[in-house]
């Protein structure tokens, strides 16, 4: 049915930028608001940042003020623009639809690592 696709994580030195991007097999991202989540090795997955149909965004307060969510639906694809990353950003990112919702199957996420 629908297939998420993260990419664009790597390894970067603490102060550094990325930009991810979620691409999903559908037509999904004009009728559904989508959030990228995070785990980091021996945590729950969490949300970091959040963007309805709308376009209004909404931020962790671990990544506010560094990380832009933001996406074009005549791509259906959303990104995570990341400034001035830190050590514990390190994670696996993945992006799906918001709890209380329906949500798509798990992608494969994309692994940022953020060295000091």
């Known amino acids: 049915q629908v297939q998420l696709v993260e990419s664009g994580g790597g390894l970067v030195q603490a102060g550094g930028s990325l930009r991810l991007s979620c691409a999903a097999s559908?037509?999904?991202?004009?009728?559904?608001?989508m959030v990228w989540y995070r785990q980091a090795p021996g945590k729950q997955r969490e949300g970091v940042a959040r963007?309805?149909?709308?376009?209004?965004?909404s931020y962790s307060d671990s990544v506010k003020g560094r990380f832009t969510i933001s996406r074009d639906n005549a791509k259906n694809t959303v990104y995570l623009q990341m400034n001035s990353l830190k050590p514990e950003d390190t994670a696996d990112y993945y992006c799906?639809?918001?709890?209380?919702?329906?949500?798509?199957?798990w992608g494969q996420g994309t692994q940022v690592t953020v060295s000091s």
């Open positions: 799906n639809t918001p709890p209380g919702s329906r949500q798509y199957p």
């Open positions: 559908g037509s999904i991202f004009s009728i559904n608001a």
């Open positions: 963007i309805t149909r709308g376009g209004i965004t």
